[in-house]
């Protein structure tokens, strides 16, 4: 089975505090995905990576950016916290195989930031 | 802007009937479809997919039927059960010129209550 793993369940934060987000998926995936999910908006995607060290942005950068220096591990980065930021926080995988892009999730991360 | 939409926020049914889950999309670039279903607390988990070649898609219980003229597709779950209570996702995507797959762009969402 594909695992996705998200480092935290649950985080609270301080207001201009950096966070980190970590992700390790265990399926050898070229690509990996940062979306979050907030209530009547969906999942938007905030930054997606199809290699090690590539990145692109998605619908939603402004306040982070991501690092992805091993295949395996893509970081999501706040880079100074504020709390129009807390939202449930996703994680996902998937191979690059044309028109196969079936996406394997994390259990997600719930991040406050007071 | 949102490329894909969920218009209905929620929807009740009573446990054996139908769920009719719609889903409208306005990028004509997207090739690829796709449901999840996610608990509370809970990643989202794939639950059937469909290609732009194809109208229909059957897994069991759920079938995915996709009209492109009018750019909306459809997930069915019949006979319902009180445990698909959950929140659906319709997803979309496009293989991007560079080469590179896709990425995933979600709806909404619509929240399933099957009532027993």
């Known amino acids: 089975d594909v695992k996705v793993t998200q480092s935290s369940r649950y985080l609270v934060k301080r207001t201009g505090e950096k966070v980190f987000l970590e992700c390790v998926q265990d399926?050898?995936?070229?690509?990996m995905f940062w979306y979050r999910q907030d209530p009547g908006l969906g999942l938007r995607l905030i930054y997606f990576?199809?290699?090690?060290?590539?990145?692109e942005k998605g619908d939603i950068p402004e306040g982070y950016s991501v690092s992805r220096e091993k295949k395996e591990r893509f970081s999501l980065i706040l880079e100074s916290a504020s709390t129009n930021q807390t939202s449930m926080y996703l994680c996902?995988?998937?191979?690059?195989?044309?028109?196969?892009?079936?996406?394997?999730f994390g259990q997600g991360t719930r991040l406050t930031v007071v | 802007d949102q490329q894909v939409k969920q218009n209905s926020p929620s929807l009740s049914v009573q446990e054996g009937r139908i769920s009719i889950l719609n889903c409208d999309y306005t990028?004509?670039?997207?090739?690829?479809f796709l449901w999840y279903k996610k608990y509370p607390a809970e990643g989202p988990t794939f639950l059937i997919s469909?290609?732009?070649?194809?109208d229909k898609n059957e897994d069991g219980r759920f079938t995915v039927f996709l009209n492109k003229s009018a750019k909306h597709l459809s997930l069915h779950i019949v006979p319902s059960q009180p445990g698909d209570s959950a929140v659906y996702f319709c997803?979309?995507?496009?293989?991007?010129?560079?080469?590179?797959?896709?990425?995933?762009?979600f709806g909404q969402g619509t929240t399933l209550q099957v009532k027993p």
């Open positions: 996902a995988s998937s191979f690059d195989e044309g028109l196969t892009t079936e996406a394997f």
């Open positions: 399926m050898d995936h070229e690509n």
């Open positions: 990576s199809y290699d090690v060290k590539m990145k």
């Open positions: 990028n004509s670039m997207f090739d690829y």
């Open positions: 469909i290609s732009s070649i194809k």
């Open positions: 997803a979309a995507s496009a293989v991007l010129g560079s080469g590179n797959t896709g990425k995933l762009i």
